[in-house]
Structures are given as structure tokens and as C-alpha cells.
């Protein structure tokens, strides 16, 4: 089974200070991607990444940043987190062929307070 | 543009048969999925359909229409634990790889 691992199931980090979201997979997949979920909004795209050191932005990327030096690592960055970051985050995983499902990590909730 | 519709919100009883729909807007359209997303954990996989037509597997089946842009779940014997978020989400032909989800619709189960 393909396993998608994010670091942290829960987050409060303070106004300003610099987040660091991982995301972690098992199944050398090509591409990876980092989403938000709010109420009402749905699952919305930040960035993805279809190689390593490969990035592009997604439908909402300001105030984030990612990171890929690793095929199986993609890390998502709030350089200075602010209370409308509050979220939860998803990272995904797909092989890049085929159906390209999307395996989904269990998701970091972060509180900016 | 790209614009996904589902039902916000849906109730059905244990046992009946429920019928989510979903319609898009895309162009360059690939292929649909299905997603289904219980309270606080990560969406899982349910189906892709790329043809027109029924697929089925077990209790639920998708249904696609690509020349009306549109696509139903269907969810027979409910069981309780099919009270979820459903989401609907499209792929397009510029970007396999991405994926863009629809709001989702969410599924209470009565007794």
C-alpha cells in the first residue's frame, strides 16, 4: 500500500514565525502536491512538484514555499505564518502514469494564533 | 475557466440508495474522480472514469457523461458508515497530473 506521511497531525505556531509542513512517501512517486482545506472551499491546490527540485505553483501559493531535494520528501514552508494560514494541509502523492490517482497523508491541522 | 458543482450537503437513510451528482465546466477534460473524505481524515480513492458510461464496484458506481459534463456516484444499501464528504474531481489533458476538486458534498446517514 502506498503510505504518505505527514509529520504532524496538529500545529499551533505563533503570528510571524517561519512553518515548516513534511511530507514523506514510500512509493517513489513522481509527482507531489500541498493542499489547503477550508470550509466551504473545498481542497484548494499551493504548489506541486513533478521532480525533484521541479516545483510549480498551484491556485493559491502566496505565502508559502516549497521545497523537493528529495524524490520522496516535499516540504511546504510558511516563511511568516499569518492567523489567515490557519488550515488544514494535505500533501498527495501520485505515480506520474496511468490513473495518477492522488494518495493523500492524513494531514497537519495548523492553528496561526 | 474550470468550475466543479456538487450539493453542499445531502441526507439519506440506512439502507436506501443516494445519488450525488456533479457537474463541470473544464476544457481540455480528461477524466473524473471520486473521493470520499470522512470527518478529519484524508480523502481515499473511490473511482475514475474516463469513458461515458456505469462503472461499478461493489455497492458504489460511477456514472460519466462527458458530452453534458457530467457525472453521478451512486451509493446503494447505505450503511452509517457512509456518512462522509464526497468530492468530485476532474483531470484535464494540459495537466494529468493535477487535480481539481470540486467543494464536496456531505453525507448524513439516519437510522
Known amino acids: 500500500d502506498v503510505k504518505v506521511t505527514q509529520s504532524s497531525r496538529y500545529l499551533v505556531k505563533r503570528t510571524g514565525e517561519k512553518v515548516f509542513l513534511e511530507c514523506v512517501q514510500d512509493?517513489?512517486?513522481?509527482?507531489m502536491f500541498w493542499y489547503r482545506q477550508d470550509p466551504g472551499l473545498g481542497l484548494r491546490l499551493i504548489y506541486f512538484?513533478?521532480?525533484?527540485?521541479?516545483?510549480e505553483k498551484g491556485d493559491i501559493p502566496e505565502g508559502y514555499s516549497v521545497s523537493r531535494e528529495k524524490k520522496e520528501r516535499f516540504s511546504l514552508i510558511l516563511e511568516s505564518a499569518s492567523t489567515n494560514q490557519t488550515s488544514m494541509y494535505l500533501c498527495?502523492?501520485?505515480?506520474?502514469?496511468?490513473?495518477?490517482?492522488?494518495?493523500f497523508g492524513a494531514g497537519t491541522r495548523l492553528s496561526v494564533l | 475557466g474550470q468550475n466543479i458543482d456538487q450539493p453542499t450537503e445531502m441526507t439519506a437513510t440506512e439502507g436506501a440508495i443516494v445519488q450525488i451528482n456533479c457537474t463541470y465546466q473544464?476544457?481540455?477534460?480528461?477524466?473524473l474522480f471520486w473521493y470520499q473524505q470522512h470527518a478529519g481524515e484524508a480523502p481515499t480513492f473511490l473511482s475514475y472514469?474516463?469513458?461515458?458510461g456505469l462503472e461499478e464496484k461493489g455497492r458504489f458506481s460511477s456514472f460519466l457523461s462527458r458530452s453534458k459534463g457530467y457525472s453521478y456516484l451512486l451509493l446503494k444499501e447505505l450503511q452509517m458508515k457512509d456518512s462522509a464528504s464526497y468530492l468530485c474531481?476532474?483531470?484535464?489533458?494540459?495537466?494529468?497530473?493535477?487535480?481539481?476538486f470540486g467543494s464536496g458534498t456531505r453525507l448524513s446517514i439516519r437510522p
Open positions: 498527495a502523492s501520485t505515480p506520474g502514469t496511468g490513473r495518477n490517482i492522488q494518495y
Open positions: 512509493m517513489d512517486h513522481e509527482n
Open positions: 512538484s513533478y521532480d525533484v527540485k521541479m516545483k
Open positions: 473544464t476544457s481540455g477534460f480528461n477524466g
Open positions: 472514469n474516463v469513458l461515458d
Open positions: 474531481a476532474v483531470t484535464t489533458y494540459s495537466s494529468a497530473s493535477k487535480i481539481i
